[in-house]
């Protein structure tokens, strides 16, 4: 697809790089309804929705448990955001940090 935007539009070609993403520059994850409406000015929303559909299905990780009435297996993106979270809740979540939550959690009498 960018080999045709860049025979096509070179012009453009830097705009259109800004959609090689599986998400919005803030994080956002928006659907194509609301994604048309965030396009840049000259960027054809229908070409951008391409690049990031493209995106997320190469980021994208397969549910082999999850599958739809077709037989489509579901998948799932992990966003910057999300390893963001996940590490963070991997580097508080020591054995240290959990000792300390058990202690606060039990009654007084085991203590």
């Given at each position: 697809m960018l080999k045709?935007?860049?025979?096509?539009?070179?012009?453009?070609?830097?705009?259109?790089m800004?959609?090689?993403i599986a998400?919005?520059?803030?994080g956002q994850y928006y659907p194509f309804h609301k994604f048309r409406f965030k396009?840049?000015?000259?960027?054809?929303p229908t070409l951008a929705w391409h690049l990031i559909r493209e995106a997320r299905r190469r980021a994208?990780?397969?549910l082999p448990g999850?599958?739809?009435?077709?037989?489509q297996v579901g998948s799932y993106v992990?966003?910057?955001?999300?390893l963001g979270a996940i590490s963070m809740i991997d580097r508080h979540?020591?054995?240290?940090?959990?000792?300390?939550?058990?202690?606060?959690?039990?009654?007084l009498e085991q203590a």
């Open positions: 045709q935007i860049q025979s096509e539009m070179p012009e453009q070609l830097s705009a259109y800004d959609y090689c998400t919005a520059t803030n396009v840049s000015k000259g960027v054809e994208s990780k397969p999850m599958i739809s009435k077709e037989g992990l966003t910057p955001e999300i979540a020591t054995d240290g940090n959990m000792e300390s939550i058990d202690k606060k959690n039990r009654p």
